[in-house]
């Protein structure tokens, strides 16, 4: 399979504290994305980190990615009860057709 | 404004039965895709269309046939369902750019109730 596996697939934190979510996939990739999707709803893109990057920021997310061994990671600092939801590594691979894969997903809650 | 739509929200009906779900972006992108989600979350592309061409076509059952008037509209008919297609259905929309697909937008989903 294609698929990102995250993990762990279920996190529960307490509000203030960080939560750091895995990504990890088979084959080279062009870029590795990050989306969240809270219950009910559609997802929603977060950050889009390229196969020459290796660290990437915005407001309170960190993503990482090392090529290397073919994993990411998602930090979300200083959490919040509105960043409970889950969330989705999506890869595209090199040599593929045009199309995102996507993980399992992590299911995140942040209790107030 | 929404940026990406779908219409409906909600859909239950019996199986055997045809439907369909319509999609429409107003972000001026020219690649839109159709997404299955089932129950344990586990998102799954099925269609891609640029410019009104298809460029992705997943393994999925004939059953489903997408269409696309233009590049803002992606619509999905569904013939003779299935209990299995009762799933959470989401459109999305991207700008097809080299290098790999880029950062999608997602409607809100069409939940799909087959009894």
Known sequence: SQQGEEDPQALSIQEGENATMNCSYKTSINNLQWYRQ???????????????????HSGRLRVTLDTSKKSSSLLITASRAADTASYFCATDYRGGSEKLVFGKGTKLTVNP | DTAVSQTPKYLVTQMGNDKSIKCEQNL???????????????LKIMFSYNN???????????????????????NLHINSLELG???????????????????QYFGPGTRLTVL
């Open chain 2, 28 to 42: 001026g992108h020219d690649t839109m895709y159709w997404y299955k989600q089932d129950s344990k979350k586990f």
């Open chain 1, 38 to 56: 809270n219950s009910g709803r559609g997802l929603v893109h977060l950050i889009l980190i390229r196969s020459n990057e290796r660290e990437k």
């Open chain 2, 52 to 74: 009104k061409e298809l460029i992705i076509n997943e393994t999925v059952p004939n059953r489903f046939s997408p269409k696309s008037p233009d590049k803002a509209h992606l």
């Open chain 2, 85 to 103: 297609d009762s799933a959470v259905y989401f459109c999305a929309s991207s700008q097809r750019r080299a290098g790999g697909p880029d950062t």
